[in-house]
C-alpha cells in the first residue's frame, strides 16, 4: 500500500519549511501562508508577519485545522532547538510559562518587542535570506545552531547543533553524525542572539532524545517536550 506523500508544513533550523518525513515534537505558524485548501492547498510565502510562534502538539480540546482557508498554517518542528534556530518562540497562549520564562531570559518586555527584535536577527531586511551572526566557540549553550568555514563564497557549513563537548549534524532525516566541538576561534551562528542569551539565561529548551544518541547507535529518537506534548504530524 503507498503511503501518503509529507506535505510541505516542517521547518528546519534555517527556517526553510520543507517537505520530508521527519516528525514533528512541536507546532507553530507564522500566519496564513497557504492558498487554496485540503489536498490542493499549497505554500506561497515564506511568512505573513514577525510573530514566528511555537505551540504545544496539543492544548485542551483544541484541533488546529490543516489547510483550511483564511485559517493560519500550521508548521511542524523536530525539536525546540530548531524551532528556536529558526527564529521562533514560545506561544504566549498554550506555552504561557515558557514564554514568561523566555521573554525575561531573552531581556525583552513583552511579546510585539521580542518579536521584532528575532525579525530583525533571523533575516536580512526586506529579504528572506537568514542572517549569520559571528561569535566565540566558547560560552555557547546548548541548543543553538551554528555553521563551521563553508565553502569558498562564505555560506557556513551546517547547520550543526551545540550540545555540550560536540556537533551533532542535523539532517532532513534527523539528527546524525557527531563531531568535536571547536574550542576557539569564531562560529557562525544561526540562533538569533536574543534566543543564545536566552539559553545562555537558563532558559531550558527541549532537544530531541536522538542529539544524545551514543556514537553509532541507530534507531530513532524519542519526541518527549517539556511541555508534556507527544510527537505526532499531520500530512
Known sequence: ????????NRVTPTGEIVAVELRGAWTGNRGILHRDE???????????????????????????????????????????????AAGHRPCAQCRRAAFRSFLTAAGTRHAPELDRVLDEQRRIPRTCRR??????????????????AGDPDGRPDGPWLVLGDRLIAWTPAGYGRAEPRP???????????ATVAALHAGY??????????????????????????SSATDR
Do not use: N
Open 38 to 84: 485540503g489536498a490542493g492547498a499549497r505554500i506561497v510565502r515564506s511568512h505573513a508577519g514577525i510573530a514566528w510562534i511555537i505551540c504545544r502538539l496539543r492544548f485542551g480540546d483544541r484541533r488546529i485545522p490543516q489547510w483550511s482557508p483564511g485559517h493560519y498554517t500550521p508548521l511542524f518542528f523536530l525539536d525546540e532547538a530548531v524551532a528556536l
Open 131 to 148: 542572517r549569520w551572526h559571528d561569535r566565540p566557540w566558547a560560552g555557547l549553550p546548548d541548543g543553538t545552531f551554528v555553521g563551521r
Open 1 to 8: 500500500m503507498r503511503t501518503a506523500e509529507p506535505r510541505r
Open 204 to 229: 531550558r529548551v527541549q532537544i530531541d532524545d536522538a542529539a544524545r544518541r551514543p556514537a553509532g547507535q541507530t534507531g530513532p529518537g524519542t519526541r518527549s517536550t517539556a511541555d508534556g506534548s
Open 183 to 193: 574550542i576557539r576561534g569564531r562560529a557562525r551562528v544561526l540562533t538569533p542572539p
